[in-house]
């Protein structure tokens, strides 16, 4: 498998509703800055983040997202927001493949331990103003690649809000992961939310629904019991607290935020015919801040 090489080709098809500037060897596609395609479109992109290997839905106002296999690579090596790119005088967060070709950030990349090579780069940049040839030089040279696409929206655009809500499953592997757990024992991964109002607002009403409002199921090759119980954002200490008194407490930063609270409401874990089930989609708090009726709640 090339993910890079897959997902360039997928970012290809989707210049007909974008609007493509072009750098010599660079594309950028603006899919949520100056014009937004929509829900569609944002499942096309979501998918690309999580480097082609995850598979996305919406059903009855949730999100729904599936990675029969990979999950590891797909969260953690390509859709973990996790690339701090400079255009203008502002880091933006980078995602998808191209994060596998230039080791960023390499603690995360060495440890999945999943390599390849390619001549053709993908990202995905939230950003609401679009990159500029100095950052596409940027990106080329710190990938190796000699052709890049890049596909860039705002946080509160249709496709930014999809792109944000199918981080479902990354966010209990992104919890995972600061445990210590080998996420390479993952086998496959599923999750759901439900989805928000989308308006300005969107950057805490998502993490709200994910905190509170998301189930996300895993198969393991090998599970540590003990890890059990703070798999779930019921195991911090701001659990009930609104995401964003939580993001503002921390001063506007979200590395100063404690990262337990980043953890699915609900998680089931499969492990050689054994079933552990820890949490509950808190319906309370999902009212309180105006979601829809979530299935399995209190």
């Not at 939580?246 to 409401?265: K, M, Q, T, V």
């Amino acid at each position: 498998m090339n993910l890079n090489q897959e997902c360039y080709k997928i970012l290809k098809g989707l210049e007909s509703v974008a609007d493509v500037t072009e750098y010599g060897d660079s594309k950028i596609l603006d899919l949520g800055i100056n014009r937004d395609p929509g829900m569609d479109v944002g499942i096309k992109i979501a998918e690309v983040t999580m480097g082609s290997l995850g598979e996305v839905r919406i059903e009855d106002n949730r999100i729904h997202v599936s990675i029969p296999e990979k999950p590891s690579i797909a969260c953690l090596g390509c859709q973990l927001a996790d690339w701090a790119i400079l255009i203008g005088d502002k880091n933006r967060m980078g995602s998808g493949p191209a994060r596998i070709l230039a080791r960023k950030p390499p603690g995360i990349i060495d440890k999945i331990g999943y390599r390849e090579k390619s001549d053709k780069a993908a990202i995905v940049i939230e950003t609401p103003v679009l990159p500029d040839e100095k950052t596409c030089n940027y990106i080329l040279k710190s990938t190796g690649a000699k052709k890049l696409i890049i596909a860039a929206f705002r946080e509160n655009s249709k496709v930014g809000f999809i792109n944000i809500m199918a981080r479902v499953v990354e966010m209990a592997l992104f919890r995972l992961d600061n445990l210590g757990y080998n996420t390479d024992q993952i086998i496959s991964a599923e999750g759901t939310a439900p989805l928000p109002k989308l308006d300005d607002r969107v950057m805490f009403t998502s993490n709200d629904a994910i905190i509170y409002g998301s189930s996300v199921r895993i198969e393991v090759k090998d599970w540590d019991p003990e890890l059990t119980e703070k798999m779930v954002s019921r195991a911090s200490k701001f659990y009930g607290r609104s995401f964003e008194e939580i993001f503002n407490e921390a001063g506007g930063d979200f590395y100063r935020i404690d990262p337990s609270i980043f953890a699915p409401a609900e998680l089931r874990i499969s492990f050689e015919g054994n079933h552990y089930h820890i949490g509950r989609i808190d319906q309370k708090i999902i009212e309180r801040i105006g979601y829809p009726e979530t299935e399995n709640s209190e």
